[in-house]
């Protein structure tokens, strides 16, 4: 529950719920300690970043992805895009390229 209320667009809670569940069996799976502290930390770091913000243009209407999108582990756009992407944005909050995070290589690199 707590990492669902960091995130920035808040829809769909039961749902949501179940992904964030999801996400961290995914990512336990893939050998990642303590997955749980982890998505909360990349939750908030996409809550800070100019992709987590209510974007101003696009008429007011929020374009963020609903939670239960951001934390499927089965979706291409979410919790394990590269970090760097989030701050990638064009007019209308959009991505213009989006890359997965290569876990074994963070994980050389000591991140996790």
Not at 38 to 46: K, P
Not at 69 to 79: E, Q, S, V
């Amino acid at each position: 529950m707590a990492i669902y209320l960091r995130y920035p667009r808040k829809a769909g809670q039961p749902d949501a719920l179940k992904m964030i569940k999801r996400a961290c069996k995914a990512m336990a799976k893939k050998g990642i300690e303590n997955p749980a502290a982890l998505l909360m930390a990349r939750t908030m770091a996409f809550a800070q970043s100019p992709a987590g913000q209510k974007p101003e243009k696009a008429g007011g209407k929020d374009v963020r992805c609903h939670p239960a999108t951001w934390f499927n582990p089965d979706k291409r756009a979410g919790y394990d895009d590269d970090p760097a992407v989030w701050l990638a944005l064009n007019g209308d909050n959009k991505v213009k390229e989006k890359k997965k995070v290569d876990w074994d290589q963070a994980r050389k690199d000591g991140l996790i």
